[in-house]
């Protein structure tokens, strides 16, 4: 059994390209309506007469990009965050929610509970009972 390629490789990659920019804009654009925040995308095209896109425009991401920079450092990096901090964090919430749920599950047991399975655990020669 052969299998043929559908169209040459420069066009397959043409076409992901532009399905991966339309959800990068329609996502964007959903990002803003939804959080009434300014928001730009520019993009680098190796096939055309332009050498970057911008959306909504190229004034607007220019004068949205400036208005970044102008900003103080501290005032820029505010609420950002690198990958090692956020998965810091989610780490710790992480143990902070199981931290709790074994305080619950260990709240939950009362003492006759625990006494048999303390009971089976020294008959099964200290091992746990699974």
Request: glycine share 4%.
């Amino acid at each position: 059994m052969e299998f043929k390629r559908n169209g040459d490789r420069k066009a397959r990659q043409s076409a992901a390209y532009q399905r991966r920019i339309k959800r990068l804009v329609e996502k964007l654009n959903e990002i803003t309506s939804l959080c009434n925040a300014s928001a730009c995308l520019v993009f680098y095209r190796r096939d055309g007469a332009e050498k970057f896109v911008a959306w909504p425009s190229l004034e607007k991401a220019n004068s949205l990009i400036e208005s970044y920079c102008a900003l103080p450092e501290i005032e820029r990096n505010m609420n950002t965050e690198d990958q090692e901090s956020y998965l810091k964090a989610q780490t710790e919430k992480m143990k902070e929610k199981l931290d709790h749920s074994r305080k619950r599950s260990y709240a939950n047991v009362d003492d006759e509970d625990m006494e048999t399975y303390q009971g089976e655990s020294s008959k099964s020669g200290g091992a746990d009972v699974a």
